[in-house]
């Protein structure tokens, strides 16, 4: 854990996803480095299934519907037209260059044709390119995991010849729009709950809404809808939804991604068998050139026609589409099945995951650049925290005055606070106002108090001894002890 995290600054650092560090630590602890055998896919897929999905409620709990909601349409598109498109010629040019069987070629087309939540948060986040375009990218990677999982199970679960094309689209049609609903409805109702649940600890809403969005999942799954498509929507509308304590829950839903991304490729790079990749290299460059070249391509020019995207974000739409995590979580799930070559399938995907995302990841930026994307001004999205004051060695307090305490009718400059105190905010009555020297408090006020470390405790003593004894506590002999 500790060796994935150092991992990560050295990724920001080459502008990579981390999970290239992240498969390489499992590789060096592999069956061919430390010595530890992990083979079981049916695990590695569970475990896997359990790490997207907490992926993906991170990515839905941090986007900002604002930046999205007019990519949607687009998204939407390239989450399903684009698929189709990619699966299809994916599988023809795998099939007739790889001299896979249509079975075969269809998974590796359909395995690959998602692209990664995390892969592309963690770079287009530091893009500056217009919201619009980031948003499409973004929704993109949050839907397209939905209709792709489903095609996966189903050409795993059947036999070679797969199922007709009567069978396979109403069915994603169904699972998608019940997991929809079944993912907003249950957001909603956890958001009529939060708001009015007066929890006893902060700790607790974090948790709370996390439940709800991975709760939706297991859901969705009960009435055979699709669980990533209800707990991405459940997510999204959470995070948009203003609830108590939101940056402790994104701060909160941020770790356990972390977490889930180390977790979730460091076991992959432990499932993959080192002596079997080199000799996928050549049919990896030979699909991956095919999947990056034409087939995202042409899924971006069908899926934005009547869209008004111009020529260089279709462009920078083709190059974006970054691979990562899931289509190697979805190459264990014929594996898991035992289809007939699907330990070959694995590695084949395992490598062109690994090489393209270092082809790709790296020259997102200056790609961005040679097309003049870059908007001024909106190099990234403003982090804000609740409480940035740990490099200023600051504290928030937060003080309620009761209702029979002797604060009540004390001006603010009559409680001669310590220098390098301050009270910044005062709640009263369901309403907040920055406080004027002279501004008098009631009983019943919240008070919001900067102070910095050294003169906290002299601060709490003042508050607590004019409480006891009002303005003239001092005379009194009342030091707040």
């Not at 999905?53 to 930046?67: A, Q, S």
């Not at 698929?83 to 099939?95: C, G, M, Q, T």
């Not at 990664?116 to 919201?131: C, G, N, Q, T």
């Not at 996966?152 to 199922?163: F, I, M, R, T, Y």
Request: proline residues 6%; glycine residues 10%; hydrophobic residues 55%.
């Amino acid at each position: 854990m500790l060796s994935a995290i150092l991992a990560v600054r050295l990724s920001h650092r080459l502008g990579l996803p981390s999970l290239l560090a992240y498969l390489g630590l499992g590789l060096l602890i592999g069956e061919s480095g430390f010595g530890i055998n992990f083979d079981n896919a049916e695990l590695a897929q569970t475990l896997g299934w359990a790490a997207l999905v907490v992926i993906l409620v991170e990515g839905g709990l941090t986007t900002n519907w604002r930046n999205v909601r007019s990519a949607v349409p687009v998204a939407l598109a390239l989450a399903t037209l684009g698929i189709a498109v990619s699966i299809v010629v994916v599988a023809v040019a795998a099939h007739w260059l790889l001299a896979l069987n249509w079975r075969l070629a269809f998974l590796l087309g359909a395995v690959l044709a998602p692209t990664d939540a995390a892969a592309v948060f963690s770079v287009l986040r530091r893009l500056p390119i217009p919201r619009r375009l980031a948003g499409i990218l973004e929704a993109e990677s949050g839907f397209n995991d939905a209709p792709v999982v489903i095609i996966v199970v189903l050409l795993s679960s059947v036999e070679a010849h797969g199922p007709g094309p009567w069978l396979l689209v109403p069915l994603v049609v169904y699972e998608l729009a019940a997991g929809a609903a079944l993912g907003l409805l249950l957001a909603w109702l956890g958001i009529f709950a939060l708001r009015r649940a007066a929890l006893p600890a902060s700790g607790l809403y974090p948790i709370a809404v996390l439940s709800l969005a991975v709760g939706s999942y297991g859901v969705a799954t009960l009435v055979h809808a699709s669980g990533f498509m209800a707990c991405y929507l459940c997510a999204l509308l959470l995070g948009n939804a203003r609830l108590p304590h939101r940056p402790a829950t994104r701060g909160f839903a941020e770790g356990l991604a972390w977490l889930a991304q180390i977790g979730l490729f460091v076991m992959l790079g432990m499932l993959a068998s080192p002596s079997e990749l080199p000799a996928q290299v050549i049919p990896a460059l030979v699909a991956g050139s095919i999947l990056v070249l034409v087939a995202r391509p042409l899924s971006v020019w069908a899926s934005t026609l009547g869209f008004g995207l111009g020529l260089r974000e279709k462009v920078f739409l083709s190059w974006a589409g970054l691979r990562g995590a899931v289509p190697v979580v979805f190459a264990t799930v014929p594996m898991s099945a035992d289809v007939p070559g699907s330990d070959r399938l694995f590695s084949l995907v395992f490598v062109i995951v690994v090489v393209f995302t270092l082809l790709q990841g790296p020259t997102l930026p200056p790609v961005a650049g040679v097309l003049r994307l870059p908007v001024e001004g909106e190099a990234k999205d403003l982090d804000v925290e609740a409480a940035p004051l740990e490099e200023l060695k600051a504290d928030l307090l937060e003080v309620r005055i009761p209702a029979d305490s002797a604060l009540g009718g004390v001006e603010i400059f009559e409680l001669r606070l310590p220098a390098g105190a301050s009270i910044t905010l005062i709640v009263r009555e369901g309403r907040s106002f920055v406080p004027e020297p002279t501004t008098a408090l009631r009983g019943g006020d919240i008070l919001l108090v900067v102070t910095t470390a050294d003169v906290r405790e002299a601060t709490e003593r003042r508050l607590r001894a004019v409480s006891r004894r009002g303005r003239l506590a001092g005379w009194f002999g009342e030091r707040g002890e």
